[in-house]
């Protein structure tokens, strides 16, 4: 009889603690920017893939062996919300051997300003991504190649992408620019004629 009451009072004792528990709101999604880990409450704060951030859509977070990766800071890349242009060249109306052939991640800014630099004034896709003032910044660039390949990786989450060809800061030739193809991959060559009108999608740094 003794046994049963101080099991019952013992259960009223937890009971009592659990109640007395207070809920913390915040992120409950461990691969989310913003984890909390003593949220045990999710408020739906949670900044993922996809998300929007910093003027755009969250669209890579850099993980161990990629360029500028540090295991106690987030940092990755920041696609614009929608493309920039559905079509225009890489080039500035004439063929150049600019020597920006830099394809790694974190790459894009100098690529960028290193392509405006040596191709000048005009419509092309680097000036276009250099001009741009988007939500409050200024800092967008044209994405290197392996930017965009990870862009492609996410395209689902970040939405908005043209089944076609996507201009990057990577030059493969004199005559080419790289390009990442958004759709079968079957036909992904990696460059096409600078000439060509391809879309742009610009993206910035965090």
């Known amino acids: 009889m003794k046994r049963i009451f101080y099991g019952v009072l013992y259960l009223v004792f937890l009971l009592m603690i659990s109640s007395c528990k207070k809920d913390i709101s915040g992120c409950t999604d461990p691969a989310a920017l913003n984890f909390n880990s003593e949220a045990?409450?999710?408020?739906?704060?949670?900044?993922?893939?996809?998300?929007?951030?910093?003027?755009?859509?969250?669209?890579?977070?850099?993980?161990?062996?990629?360029?500028?990766y540090d295991p106690n800071v987030f940092h990755g890349l920041i696609a614009?919300?929608?493309?920039?242009?559905?079509?225009?060249?890489?080039?500035?109306?004439?063929?150049?051997d600019t020597g920006v052939t830099n394809s790694a991640i974190g790459a894009g800014t100098s690529n960028t300003s290193a392509l405006v630099d040596t191709l000048g004034n005009g419509s092309y896709a680097a000036k276009l991504c250099y001009d741009l003032v988007l939500n409050g910044y200024d800092d967008?660039?044209?994405p290197t190649r392996n930017e965009m390949l990870k862009i492609r990786d996410n395209k689902s989450q970040?939405?908005?992408?043209?089944?076609?060809?996507?201009?990057t800061?990577?030059?493969?030739?004199?005559?080419?620019?790289s390009?990442?193809?958004?759709?079968?991959?079957?036909?992904?060559?990696?460059?096409?004629n600078s000439a060509s009108l391809f879309p742009v999608r610009a993206i910035r740094y965090f």
């Open 40 to 68: 045990n409450a999710d408020d739906g704060s949670c900044i993922t893939i996809g998300k929007p951030y910093m003027g755009g859509y969250l669209a890579y977070v850099l993980h161990q062996g990629d360029p500028g």
């Open 80 to 96: 614009a919300p929608y493309d920039q242009s559905t079509g225009i060249q890489w080039y500035n109306g004439s063929y150049f």
């Open 140 to 142: 967008w660039v044209l």
């Open 158 to 167: 970040i939405g908005g992408f043209a089944v076609a060809n996507y201009w």
């Open 169 to 177: 800061s990577t030059q493969y030739d004199t005559w080419h620019g």
């Open 179 to 192: 390009v990442v193809e958004f759709g079968n991959w079957i036909a992904d060559l990696g460059y096409y």
